[in-house]
T-cell receptor, first 115, second 112 residues
Framework: GAVVSQHPSRVICKSGTSVKIECRSLDFQATTMFWYRQFPKQSLMLMATSNEGSKATYEQGVEKDKFLINHASLTLSTLTVTSAHPEDSSFYIC???????????FGPGTRLTVT | AQSVTQPDIHITVSEGASLELRCNYSYGATPYLFWYVQSPGQGLQLLLKYFSGDTLVQGIKGFEAEFKRSQSSFNLRKPSVHWSDAAEYFCAVRYNNNDMRFGAGTRLTVKP
């Protein structure tokens, strides 16, 4: 149980375009989902926390207009990187929790490359 | 400020040798503590966690960790390392508000 999927696993896009990454909780309902970013050989940095039906809470320094997060259902959250640039290339990992304060379950990650 | 420290960026051990990866945290109360492993290009796999109770926690793949409140530490151990254990290891701490913070990670290399 407690499986979280991400799609796509890898994506390459051209600079200036937008790309959407999906995060799904497959066997539980997630009231809270999290988005992390990981640069090569570095740790995970929390980007934002989203609660189903509410606006996401972004960490300091994360541009909310560039990284659009939608958590419209209890099993799906999406991260849209708008007007992507090469510096947005990174490994994006989501996690989901049945409710706030419960253990987070992590997805396998999405490798984004912006050319 | 709340923080998680993994002092060792890279550790090399011989196959069959014992392993200890260090993790220290700063927080006023007892947080929830986790160890994850990440293989290259992969997501995170939970090795073990500590919420309360017995301070020696057993995890998967033969790993264990011990919570020491007096030292604010949660070190990961394995008595005999296998070549397949080579990976990146992250200590993570979750505070009351579900805010999870990760250490910088320790890369483990296993020599044959």
């Amino acid at each position: 149980g407690a499986v979280v999927s991400q799609h796509p696993s890898r994506v390459i896009c051209k600079s200036g375009t937008s790309v959407k990454i999906e995060c799904r909780s497959l066997d539980f309902q997630a009231t809270t989902m999290f988005w992390y970013r990981q640069f090569p050989k570095q740790s995970l940095m929390l980007m934002a926390t989203s609660n189903e039906g509410s606006k996401a809470t972004y960490e300091q320094g994360v541009e909310k207009d560039k990284f659009l997060i939608n958590h419209a259902s209890l099993t799906l959250s999406t991260l849209t990187v708008t007007s992507a640039h090469p510096e947005d290339s990174s490994f994006y990992i989501c996690s989901a929790a049945p409710w706030a304060g419960y253990e987070q379950y992590f997805g396998p990650g999405t490798r984004l490359t912006v050319t | 400020a709340q923080s998680v420290t993994q002092p060792d960026i890279h550790i090399t051990v011989s196959e069959g040798a014992s392993l200890e990866l260090r993790c220290n945290y700063s927080y006023g109360a007892t947080p929830y503590l986790f160890w994850y492993v990440q293989s290259p290009g992969q997501g995170l796999q939970l090795l073990l966690k500590y919420f309360s109770g017995d301070t020696l926690v057993q995890g998967i793949k033969g790993f264990e960790a011990e919570f020491k409140r007096s030292q604010s530490s949660f070190n990961l151990r394995k008595p005999s390392v296998h070549w397949s254990d080579a990976a990146e290891y992250f200590c993570a701490v979750r505070y009351n508000n579900n805010d999870m913070r990760f250490g910088a990670g320790t890369r483990l290399t296993v020599k044959p």
